[in-house]
């Protein structure tokens, strides 16, 4: 064969390869509440994993300073705007963001909520973490197993529109009368998932209340800031904090005693889990529907319920026992 003959395929080969498409990569957005939050960046651990083993995705990590619905709307725009294929939303608001996220939709982008929920009108389903009722008594359970005489104790939780946070603190409240009805739930207040202004509220409690005997935090900003407060306040052994937390951030508070005990389900699951069910239902064409059963890859399968959500796993108690093994982890 010549040379100009060879040279001849050579290029129409290499403008056939220039002209076919590269693999196209899917796009999908892992939106948290608020970036720099121990929590969340363990979930993007966990989508960087799935990532990597569904071989096809670009996990885009992103969400606003600071832990608000607006700033969340500008964050979506911007996604909207860079044309990705999935949103995967943790959601300060459940229903202020219902319309930035139904144009989401409405350009064919995929939209699931995980951790705190979106109204359903605003997304194709959404994955809690845990059994909301299961996660509501566990956090009054790890206040009262170390009250036996019971008394007063106070919530501090994340924003007072945080959807996963207000279902966690009613389904509390509904499992005091008849599990725990020693226990008097004095106060429930915000800190925003914002640590200084956690301090203050966790002070503000102690200040209030002069018997307190508890905080309980749903939050893995709360729960560290109200626990660094009973300990630079010397409240050690008056006030037990718990709630739910990061092991790795939290471990130094069961060590010196600001709290016996806390829980949580494992977050690079969820984020894991998350950006399975983003990718099989904007790629695979998996359908978002009651009953439906849907993988969640390594962590098995999951089935929707009427309105389209499902539970991933039931929390996990972390305390001296265990703490040091599980804080290497997350």
């Given amino acids: 064969m010549s040379f100009l003959k060879k040279l001849g395929i050579t290029t129409a080969l290499a403008a056939i390869l220039l002209a076919s498409p590269a693999m196209a990569q899917t796009k999908i957005a892992l939106v948290v509440k608020s970036l720099g939050n121990g929590f969340f960046d363990a979930a993007n651990k966990g989508a960087e994993e799935a990532a990597k083993e569904l071989g096809d995705v670009e996990v885009i990590y992103t969400g606003p300073t600071k832990a608000t ?68 008594e566990t956090i009054i359970k790890l206040a009262a197993d170390y009250l036996p005489d019971g008394g007063d104790v106070a919530i501090l939780s994340a924003s007072s529109t945080a959807t996963n946070q207000n279902a966690w603190i009613e389904a509390a409240k509904k499992v005091l009368p008849e599990k725990f009805p020693k ?16 301090t203050d509220e ?74 399975y069910l983003a990718h099989d239902l904007a790629v ?5 529907e009651p009953g439906a059963k849907l993988s969640i890859g390594r962590m098995g399968e999951i089935t929707l319920d009427d309105t389209n959500s499902a ?13 040091d093994e599980f804080a290497k982890i997350y």
């Fill in 183 to 198: 226990i008097n739930l004095v106060a429930t207040v915000y800190g925003d998932d914002d640590s200084a202004k956690s």
């Fill in 284 to 288: 695979k064409g998996d359908k978002a």
């Fill in 311 to 323: 539970a991933m796993a039931p929390p996990f108690t972390f305390d001296k026992s265990n703490i």
């Fill in 202 to 275: 966790a002070k503000g409690l102690i200040a209030s209340y002069p018997n307190l005997k508890a905080i309980i935090a749903p939050t893995t900003v709360g729960v560290v800031a109200a626990a660094q407060v009973v300990t630079d306040q010397n409240l050690i052994g008056k006030i037990n904090v718990t709630g739910l937390a990061l092991p790795s951030e939290f471990k130094k508070f069961i060590d010196n005693g600001a709290s016996q005990a806390v829980a949580l389900w494992n977050p690079i699951d969820l984020g894991y889990s998350a950006i």
């Fill in 69 to 136: 619905a607006e700033a969340q709307i500008e964050v979506i725009n911007s996604l909207i705007a860079q044309q990705v294929n999935a949103i995967a939303i943790s959601a300060n608001d459940p229903d202020a963001l219902v319309p930035v996220l139904k144009k989401a939709m409405d350009r064919g982008i995929t939209v699931i909520s995980f951790d705190s929920g979106v109204a359903p009108e605003g997304r194709q389903l959404h994955l809690n973490p845990s059994d909301t009722n299961l996660i509501g």
